[in-house]
C-alpha cells in the first residue's frame, strides 16, 4: 500500500512539473498572428500578408516585447495582471517603412488591447470591450 502512495506522489508532482503557468506560455514562446476575430459575429479576416516573419510577437520576462508588422519591427513594454487578464501593450520604438495590407489595421488594433486568454498554443489579445480580437498561434 505505501508503494502506491509513492506512485501516486510521483505522478502527482509529474503532473505539476510539466504543466506550465500562463507567465511561462506567454514569455518562452513566439506568436505569430492568425488573424483578426470579430467576436460578436463570430468571424475571422485572415491576417495579410501571411508571409511567416510577420505579424509576429514575443514577449520577454522582463515586461518587454518585440515583434514584426506587415513591414516594420517594433519593441516596447507591456503591463500584464495574470489574475485579472489585463494587459497594456505599449510601443517605444517602431521602424519606419509603410505598413502595407493589414499592417495599418493590426498596429491600431495592438495600441487598443487591453484584456488576454491564453492556452497551450494560442493566445487572444482582445480590444474594444472584448469584441475584437487578434487570434495568435505559438509558433516555437
Known sequence: MPTLYILLL???IGFFACTKSEKDLLTDNKWKLVGFVDVEAN???VAEPTDEWCYTL???KNKKWEG????NSMQGKYIINYNTHSINISTEFMTMVNE???GYLYLETLKKVDFFSLQENELKLYSNNKQ???LYKVIY
Open 10 to 12: 510521483f505522478l502527482v
Open 43 to 45: 468571424n475571422m479576416k
Open 58 to 60: 514575443s514577449f520577454k
Open 68 to 71: 514584426i508588422s506587415s513591414s
Open 100 to 102: 502595407s495590407f493589414d
Open 132 to 134: 475584437h480580437c487578434l
